[in-house]
T-cell receptor, first 109, second 115 residues
């Protein structure tokens, strides 16, 4: 069965410092991977997906099939990045999405 | 555009009472999802609809939970009877599904408290 793990429940970094939110998955095939974000008092929303290979709000994520990881990175954290981040996996574009438990990021001014 | 609409936003009931949640997806979105989110956890899929057909309800506790999506637009999720452990946030999401695009757009959720 597919599974997504996010080892850190809480992550605190100082403004301007690099940030990395870890995500590992278990799936033998080639999944689609996503990062969803929920800012305070807002809805859960898509941040980025690996197939688009975009940088959104300065965030990037690289799929490492060898390590089955999809870590989210940003070189310089901003206060507005404070939010709950969920890594998610789908077997194909037509399959259900499985979410990880989430990491709460707090950027300290 | 309002996005995915859910009501009510909050609901407090006593155990053994019935409760229903309503969801209106984004116009034109054929795929609709109901998720359960417990405190400190990610969303867990309860049921997924493609138009009016439930294509994945394997995680729906069918002894007490039911859902419907008549006419393939709005959807209702019902719990009868509610138990203490059902206290959680119930999220509805929709996606267009066209071209394999499964980006999901979430509603604000309904926070259920069972006393």
């Amino acid at each position: 069965a597919q599974r997504v793990t996010q080892p850190e429940k809480l992550l605190s970094v100082f403004k301007g410092a690099p940030v990395e939110l870890k995500c590992n998955y278990s799936y033998s095939g080639s999944p689609e991977l996503f990062w969803y974000v929920q800012y305070s008092r807002q809805r859960l929303q898509l941040l980025l997906r690996h197939i688009s290979r975009e940088s959104i709000k300065g965030f990037t994520a690289d799929l490492n099939k060898g390590e089955t990881s999809f870590h989210l990175k940003k070189p310089f954290a901003q206060e507005e990045d404070s939010a709950m981040y969920y890594c998610a996996l789908s077997k194909t574009s037509y399959d259900k999405v499985i979410f990880g438990p989430g990491t709460s990021l707090s950027v300290i001014p | 555009e309002a996005g995915v609409v859910q009501s009510p936003r909050y609901k407090i009931i006593e155990k053994k009472q019935p409760v229903a949640f309503w969801c209106n997806p984004i116009s034109g979105h054929n795929t609709l999802y109901w998720y359960l989110q417990n405190l400190g956890q990610g969303p867990e899929l309860l049921i997924r609809y493609e138009n009016e057909e439930a294509v994945d309800d394997s995680q729906l506790p069918k002894d007490r939970f039911s859902a419907e999506r008549l006419k393939g637009v709005d959807s209702t999720l019902k719990i009868q009877p509610a138990e203490l452990g059902d206290s959680a946030v119930y999220l509805c999401a929709s996606s267009s599904g066209s071209g394999g695009n499964n980006e999901q757009f979430f509603g604000p959720g309904t926070r259920l408290t069972v006393l």
